[in-house]
C-alpha cells in the first residue's frame, strides 16, 4: 500500500477515516501531516512545494478545488498517490490528469500522478532550424563516359581550333560600332569619327562627296536605350551610348 511514496518524505495524508489515518503513519516511517475530511479545506494553508507526498484513500474523485491544492503544495517531480476503495479508478485517474498531474499511471487500484517538474509560466527558447543533413559522400564510378581531349588528339587533328584563354582575358573592352558608322579601315587618327584619307579605296570618300551620314535622331532619346527609343529607330538593339561619340565601348 502507497508504495511509491519516497521513503521519509514529508508526507501530506488526506483522511476520510481514521483507522485509515492511524494506520497510514504507523505503516510510514517519514513525517506525516493528516488533515481529517472536515479539514480537507485547510490545505491552502501550506506552502507552496512544502510536501514530498499527498496520500488518499478514496472512493470517489477529490473535488477539483482540493486537487488543485494538492498540485500546489507539492514539490516539483513529487507524487501524489489515491489509493481507490470500492470506486471508479478511470475517474480518478481522469480527474487527475485534469487537475495538471503528469505522468499518471494505474497499478492494483492505486493511481499515482507527478507534479510537473517545469513551473506554471515557464518559458523555454524553442530551436525550429533543422540542420541540413550532411551529404553522402559520392560513391566511386568505375565507368569513365566521359569525354576528355588530349593534346596527342589536338597534334593529330589539324582542324581543331582552340581559342587562347589567356589571350581572351586581355581584351578588357568590347566596340561596338553604331548604325552608320564607317568599318573600313581607313585613317589613322583613331578618332570615332575619321575624314576620307587622300589615297581612299574603300568608299570614304564617295560618301563624303555624296554627302551620306550617320542617322540623326529626331527625339533625341536614342543614346538612353531601347526603353526610350521609337519603333523606327535605326538604334533598336543597341545599347545605350553617349550622344557625342559615334562608336559604342562597353567596359568589361
Known sequence: MFKSIPEK?????????????KSFQ???????VVLNEPEHASISSFKDGE??????????PLSASILAQVLRVLAPGSP?????????????????LFAGLCDVTESDSEVVGKKPTWSAGS??????????????????SESKDVWSLADDDLAESS????????????????EIVRPGASTDDCGVSGKP???????????????????????VSSCG???????????????????AFKKDSDVVKLDI
Open 9 to 21: 518524505a514529508r508526507t501530506l495524508f488526506l483522511s476520510f477515516s481514521e483507522s485509515e489515518a
Open 26 to 32: 504507523d505503516s510510514f516511517n517519514g513525517e506525516v
Open 51 to 60: 510536501f514530498g507526498a499527498v496520500a488518499s484513500v478514496v472512493k470517489a
Open 80 to 96: 501524489a498517490v489515491f489509493q481507490v476503495k470500492d470506486g471508479d479508478v478511470n475517474a480518478i485517474k481522469s480527474s487527475a
Open 123 to 140: 518559458s523555454a527558447p524553442l530551436s525550429l532550424r533543422k540542420k541540413a543533413p550532411a551529404p553522402a559522400a559520392a560513391a566511386p
Open 159 to 174: 582542324d581543331v581550333v582552340l581559342d587562347d584563354e589567356d589571350a581572351l582575358l586581355l581584351n578588357d573592352k568590347i
Open 193 to 215: 569619327t575619321r575624314k576620307a584619307c587622300k589615297n581612299c579605296s574603300c568608299g570614304r570618300a564617295e560618301e563624303e562627296a555624296a554627302g551620306v551620314t550617320a542617322p
Open 221 to 239: 532619346s536614342c543614346g538612353l536605350g531601347d526603353a526610350f527609343r521609337c519603333a523606327s529607330c535605326p538604334y533598336l538593339g543597341q545599347p
